[in-house]
């Protein structure tokens, strides 16, 4: 049966996700057409944006989710300052930026790039599912192809991989700010929950990723065929990265 408020039991469900919630589960939630909530959806961002709201809803990694307005981040983080969650070194930023702006790649690829052995930044980039196995290049040797995840989407705040800043934004984004903030990896870690300050934290660690994808080379190789693994995913990637891993094939 349908709430009888179904505006207000719609934000209830997003107010107590710290994930994005799909439209479909909304729909199932509720016990209402995917048609009417995403009609609830668009009323409800709009009464956000129109009193000018400390939340705002966002659509982030095939989902709906409730994240601080960027302008009232600062006092979160005072609030949650001690709930930090994961943060990324230096390191493995260059390899997701890496991965996020030249998917398929193989490790190989990675590492002629940065110069250096990439087997522990993988192999913890994979234990986090920010990166995940596509399959096999055709190529001699049939190398593991390294792609991102839905979960990689949803750290960064973005809605696809279309919404990766490109080389001229970057440039808006930096000129934005103060010279005093310009130290990109100065990065406070985004503290976990539902209001948590996402935009504000989230984005400095995108501008890394998006600094260092902008930098990236150009190639004139064509793209790998990719094919299916075969046999033990687990083995192949111990195998290559030379220890235990526990990656989500896609």
């Known amino acids: 049966m349908p709430p009888s408020n179904p505006l207000a039991?719609?934000?209830?469900l997003l107010f107590s996700s710290d994930q994005p919630l799909p439209l479909s589960l909304l729909a199932e939630s509720l016990d209402l057409p995917p048609d009417q909530v995403a009609e609830a959806l668009?009323?409800?961002e709009a009464a956000y944006t129109a009193r000018d709201a400390g939340v705002q809803l966002r659509e982030i990694a095939g989902g709906h989710?409730?994240?601080t307005a960027p302008e009232h981040a600062e006092w979160v983080g005072r609030l949650l300052r001690g709930k930090?969650?994961?943060?990324?070194?230096?390191?493995?930023?260059?390899?997701?930026?890496?991965?996020a702006y030249k998917q398929p790649v193989t490790k190989s690829e990675i590492e002629a790039i940065r110069g250096v052995d990439s087997s522990a930044v993988l192999a913890t980039l994979l234990e986090r599912n920010l990166v995940t196995i596509r399959g096999r290049s055709k190529v001699v040797g049939r190398p593991l192809l390294y792609g991102t995840t839905q979960e990689f989407l949803d750290y960064f705040g973005l809605r696809d991989l279309g919404e990766l800043p490109r080389p001229e934004e970057l440039r808006a984004l930096v000129a934005a700010r103060e010279p005093e903030q310009l130290d990109m990896m100065e990065i406070e870690a985004r503290p976990l929950g539902a209001a948590g300050a996402l935009e504000?934290?989230?984005?400095?660690?995108?501008?890394?990723?998006?600094?260092?994808?902008?930098?990236?080379p150009t190639s004139s190789d064509q793209p790998h065929e990719v094919e299916p693994i075969g046999g033990d995913l687990d083995e192949a990637v111990a195998e290559e990265l030379g220890r235990e891993a526990g990656p989500r094939a896609e």
């Open 200 to 216: 504000s934290v989230t984005l400095s660690e995108l501008e890394v990723v998006a600094q260092v994808g902008s930098d990236l």
């Open 84 to 99: 930090k969650r994961m943060r990324l070194s230096r390191a493995a930023l260059e390899s997701m930026a890496i991965v």
């Open 65 to 67: 989710l409730l994240v």
């Open 9 to 12: 039991a719609l934000e209830a």
């Open 42 to 44: 668009r009323e409800l």
